[in-house]
């Protein structure tokens, strides 16, 4: 299992859904039931907290309601970000035992490599920021957040390509307390499906992918739709203290 990994590009732009889903896989390859999985996925508008933020004190929640931005909560820890179909998220999910020696730092830089690897094969150079944020020329791009289990760890990321930054700025109360933001169309013009394209291309010179789908298995997918619906849909988990 250690250099095995699955792709998964989920081809759902739901929040509720594909957050459930990030918590689903942690477990499932937090039981030996799932190989790594690196996920490319896409939320339609939306606010995402953290773990243990306060709604009302880091989103505008008016202007979301106002605008259809959907608002929920992860389960990592870090800043709230501001989501949309111009940004791409990935996530590395891999057993705990072959970052024993790492500490979180250098775990984030270790996947942080992947992805800018990717994008400097299509021409944007970009770099890793202690703590956990990518940038260019110390503008922010992209950040992340992580979730250390027993046997499993999760590692994710924003990457702003062509997102509304009005809409980021309006939403993420606290944004001017951080780096200031950019989308990587500000550097150079290029599509999601040409980023999704270099990051698979470099996980297969790294890993050992034994399958590219769009779809989870029957049994994650059983789970992340209990999940989304006992919990990420829920009023308590999304607001709560």
Not at 24 to 46: A, F, M
Not at 70 to 88: C, M, Q
Not at 104 to 131: D, Q, R, T, V
Request: aromatic fraction near 12%; include cysteine; charged fraction near 25%.
């Amino acid at each position: 299992m250690e250099n095995k990994i699955k792709i998964l590009i989920s081809n759902t732009f739901d929040p509720k859904f594909n957050l459930a889903l990030e918590e689903t896989i942690l477990n499932y390859v937090n039981e030996g039931k799932e190989n790594n999985v690196l996920r490319l996925w896409i939320n339609k508008k939306s606010a995402i907290v953290a773990f243990n933020e306060k709604v009302f004190d880091v989103i505008d929640v008016e202007y979301c309601i106002a605008n259809d931005i959907e608002i929920n909560r992860r389960i990592t820890g870090g800043g709230a970000v501001y989501h949309d179909e111009g940004n791409l998220n990935w996530s590395f999910f891999f057993n705990r035992t072959l970052f024993k020696k790492l500490n979180l730092l250098e775990i984030y830089k270790y996947f942080s490599e992947i992805i800018i690897s990717a994008l400097k094969n299509l021409g944007i150079n970009i770099k890793f920021y202690e703590p956990n944020w990518l940038g260019i020329d110390g503008k922010k791009i992209s950040g992340m957040a992580g979730y250390i289990k027993n046997n499993s760890l999760l590692i994710h990321g924003t990457l702003l390509i062509n997102a509304n930054m009005e809409n980021l700025k309006k939403v993420c109360k606290l944004h001017y307390k951080y780096p200031p933001t950019v989308n990587i169309s500000d550097f150079k013009k290029i599509e999601i499906k040409d980023v999704i394209r270099e990051i698979i291309e470099e996980a297969k010179q790294r890993f050992n992918v034994i399958e590219i789908t769009d779809k989870p298995n029957e049994n994650i997918l059983k789970e992340t739709i209990n999940l989304e619906k006992n919990k990420y849909s829920t009023i308590s988990w999304i607001f709560k203290e």
